[in-house]
DNA sequence: CGGTAACCTGGGAT
DNA sequence: AATCCCAGGTTAC
């Protein structure tokens, strides 16, 4: 497999670099300048979102009957929920809508819409995520306690998987200072929040080894269905949620299998992946893992030699997981964005592997360290231009098709 | 090396 | 109704 060969990145940006902490010690609650200061070890609970309509809950987590309806509504939602823990982050930092339901993960359903409440897995701590009225991120635990994990270390965990040390804010700013097209992407997206995660590697590839030639409902549905055979976490909102399972047990599963439930010719992907993973020394976990700390490219020509990997999905992986910052996955949106806006140049081409180093070489040396997050709202904007485009068709020639459950599909 | 065709599947367009 | 085309690509000629 060839290897892209991208540049060195560039050195951080000096208020990036500032604000950002040495890898090895990670920091749990890391200051955000533009936020004011507001956590103590033991923040109070906030008050939750306001459930105008409570819904039944699930079994499991409904108080006895009796006693619950001689409670006011609200405290009945707030003994059945738990509590709400905010989180250092404001809008401008972490747009949820931006962030979970926009292709960098597939994981994440929404569980309610007003307010609007995200749930999925951040590790073994099943959380809800919703804006408080301020505009704070706030996070509920669904399976603390004894068996579960502590509100604290949902906190740590949660930190972790949304980058909470890297400013947003500021990355932004350079960025739209740089370039118009962004800028006016970013307007339009509502100033700012689109933020790339920090995910688990062994997630993180299994969920791009299901993108490829692939559309966003399908996706989800194959994604849904490996991570249903990991560990059960419990269920919110009609969802049942569970841990994503080791490499181990993705390694069990048979070719065949993955073919009955739809994954087509991804199937041998998934398990011949798993199968080369588990045979790393000291495991795949670690093998992964140890990416975060080599440059760029060897950490391309290293996902590359996974079956069903090739240049985009390694780029995904890096970005998304392996703190690869300026990796630049190029897509079908990605390319189109380019060859209008970046190197027009470009313009009826076809997307080589020589070309996207080109563009992914032109992306880093326009915005720097962090590219692949400029890049990351680029294509945000280019998929929601789309949606946009799509709804007005739909509503204008088609009679109204019964929606299927399209849930979780990014819709403004 | 660059261009091209299969490759699973499902929904929407023609 | 049948067929084509496309969807956040990768692999094999």
């Known amino acids: 497999m060839r290897v892209p060969l991208l540049p060195r990145s560039p050195p951080l940006p000096a208020v990036a670099a500032a604000a950002m902490p040495p890898r090895r010690r990670r920091r749990i609650r890391p200051p955000l300048p533009p936020s004011p200061p507001l956590l103590t070890s033991t923040p109070p609970p906030a008050t939750p979102p306001v459930e105008t309509t409570p819904?039944?809950?699930?079994?499991?987590h409904c108080p006895p009957p009796a006693r619950r309806r001689l409670l006011?509504?609200?405290?009945?939602?707030?003994?059945?929920?738990?509590?709400?823990?905010?989180?250092?982050?404001?809008?401008?930092?972490?747009?949820?809508?931006?962030?979970?339901?926009?292709?960098?993960?597939?994981?994440?359903?929404?569980?309610s819409v007003?307010?609007?409440?995200?749930?999925?897995?951040?590790?073994?701590?099943?959380?809800?995520?919703?804006?408080?009225?301020?505009?704070?991120?706030?996070?509920?635990?669904?399976?603390?306690?004894?068996?579960?994990?502590?509100?604290?270390?949902?906190?740590?965990?949660?930190?972790?998987?949304?980058?909470?040390?890297?400013?947003?804010?500021?990355?932004?700013?350079r960025f739209a200072a740089v370039d118009a097209r962004f800028a006016e992407v970013a307007a339009r997206l509502g100033g700012g929040g689109a933020r790339v995660l920090r995910q688990d590697p062994v997630e993180c590839v299994f969920q791009f080894l299901c993108s490829?030639?692939?559309?966003?409902?399908?996706?989800?549905?194959?994604?849904?269905?490996?991570?249903?055979?990991?560990?059960?976490?419990?269920?919110?909102?009609?969802?049942?949620?569970?841990?994503?399972?080791?490499?181990?047990?993705?390694?069990?599963?048979?070719?065949?299998?993955?073919?009955?439930?739809?994954?087509?010719y991804r199937a041998k992907y998934v398990v011949g992946t798993a199968k080369i993973l588990q045979a790393k020394p000291g495991g795949g976990e670690k093998w992964l893992a140890s990416l975060r700390t080599r440059e760029l490219p060897e950490v391309i020509e290293a996902l590359c030699t996974l079956p069903g990997v090739g240049p985009k999905v390694a780029a995904c992986v890096a970005l998304f997981s392996l703190d690869q910052n300026h990796a630049i996955p190029i897509d079908t949106h990605v390319w189109k964005v380019a060859t209008q806006y970046l190197m027009p140049e470009l313009a009826g081409k076809?997307?080589?592997?020589?070309?996207?180093?080109?563009?992914?070489?032109?992306?880093?040396?326009?915005?720097?360290?962090?590219?692949?997050?400029?890049?990351?709202?680029?294509f945000i904007g280019q998929l929601s231009a789309q949606k946009l485009m799509v709804a007005e068709t739909t509503i204008v020639s088609t009679k109204p098709t019964k929606r299927k459950r399209s849930g979780n599909n990014f819709k403004t």
């Not at 809800?128 to 270390?153: C, E, K, Q």
Request: proline letters at 7%; glycine letters at 10%; aromatic letters at 10%.
């Open 55 to 60: 819904k039944s809950e699930a079994p499991d």
């Open 72 to 111: 006011p509504l609200v405290a009945a939602a707030a003994e059945a929920e738990g509590d709400w823990h905010p989180l250092p982050l404001y809008p401008a930092d972490l747009s949820l809508p931006l962030t979970l339901p926009t292709g960098q993960t597939f994981l994440w359903r929404r569980t």
């Open 114 to 173: 007003s307010p609007l409440r995200f749930t999925g897995a951040v590790g073994a701590h099943l959380v809800s995520l919703s804006h408080l009225p301020d505009g704070r991120i706030a996070f509920l635990l669904h399976n603390g306690g004894p068996g579960g994990g502590s509100p604290s270390a949902a906190r740590a965990a949660l930190a972790d998987y949304l980058n909470a040390a890297v400013p947003l804010a500021d990355l932004w700013r």
């Open 212 to 264: 490829s030639n692939n559309n966003i409902a399908r996706i989800e549905k194959m994604v849904w269905t490996l991570a249903g055979y990991g560990e059960r976490l419990g269920e919110v909102g009609g969802f049942v949620f569970h841990q994503f399972p080791t490499i181990e047990r993705l390694a069990r599963l048979s070719e065949q299998e993955l073919r009955e439930a739809g994954f087509g």
């Open 350 to 378: 076809s997307l080589t592997p020589k070309l996207s180093v080109a563009v992914a070489d032109a992306f880093v040396a326009k915005f720097g360290s962090y590219a692949g997050w400029a890049q990351n709202v680029l």
